[in-house]
T-cell receptor
Framework: GAGVSQSPSNKVTEKGKDVELRCDPISGHTALYWYRQSLGQGLEFLIYFQGNSAPDKSGLPSDRFSAERTGGSVSTLTIQRTQQEDSAVYLC?????????????FGPGTRLTVT | DAKTTQPPSMDCAEGRAANLPCNHSTISGNEYVYWYRQIHSQGPQYIIHGLKNNETNEMASLIITEDRKSSTLILPHATLRDTAVYYCIVRGPESTGNQFYFGTGTSLTVIP
């Protein structure tokens, strides 16, 4: 079946521009996560959506970062006024959620390069 | 969330068992131990998880000590395709709002 998909796969942008990254979770998964991974580093948690609950934004590094999830499905991560330190691979994951301990399924990521 | 400690790197001969250790001495009673791996340039892949009993699936076995302060992931017959970074994570049920916190993991290299 279809897994988690992300678009674009690669994005090069100039410093100061805004970017939008998209995530399509697995159908029926109520939980959705965004992470970022800088070169040679582990994953850094950014934000978590669970059903219709208010998202857990505790990992967002600054107010330039925001995310929304429309209709409990597709999510968009927006980075405003991008900086060079925003360059990383942005990974999205989904899971069944609902209080389960199920595993997260990751997408292939979006590689963001800020020049 | 409990912090985990893993060795930064390990080597394993092809065909031999790979035993990857993880310390999680501050784990709490409702936190599970999860293992993921990340092959170069791909998203992380779920391997296995457990609470206190040992677990086995088609990919690996997970051995959790009785005091739950450490665990070992076992790949019984490592292949070259098992070369990856392996992450040990502890977290509670999603209903508690706990998140996955990935450390830097163990970089496993399977040697021909």
């Amino acid at each position: 079946g279809a897994g988690v998909s992300q678009s674009p796969s690669n994005k090069v942008t100039e410093k100061g521009k805004d970017v939008e990254l998209r995530c399509d979770p697995i159908s029926g998964h109520t939980a959705l996560y965004w992470y970022r991974q800088s070169l040679g580093q582990g994953l850094e948690f950014l934000i978590y959506f669970q059903g219709n609950s208010a998202p857990d934004k505790s990992g967002l590094p600054s107010d330039r970062f925001s995310a929304e999830r429309t209709g409990g499905s597709v999510s968009t991560l927006t980075i405003q006024r991008t900086q060079q330190e925003d360059s990383a691979v942005y990974l999205c994951a989904s899971s069944l959620g609902g209080g389960t301990t199920g595993e997260q399924y990751f997408g292939p990521g979006t590689r963001l390069t800020v020049t | 969330d409990a912090k985990t400690t893993q060795p930064p790197s390990m080597d394993c001969a092809e065909g031999r068992a790979a035993n990857l250790p993880c310390n999680h001495s501050t784990i709490s009673g409702n936190e599970y131990v999860y293992w993921y791996r990340q092959i170069h340039s791909q998203g992380p892949q779920y391997i296995i998880h457990g609470l206190k009993n040992n677990e086995t699936n088609e990919m690996a076995s997970l051995i959790i000590t009785e005091d739950r302060k450490s665990s070992t992931l076992i790949l019984p017959h490592a292949t070259l395709r098992d070369t990856a970074v392996y992450y040990c994570i502890v977290r509670g049920p999603e209903s508690t709002g706990n998140q996955f916190y990935f450390g830097t993991g163990t970089s496993l290299t399977v040697i021909p």
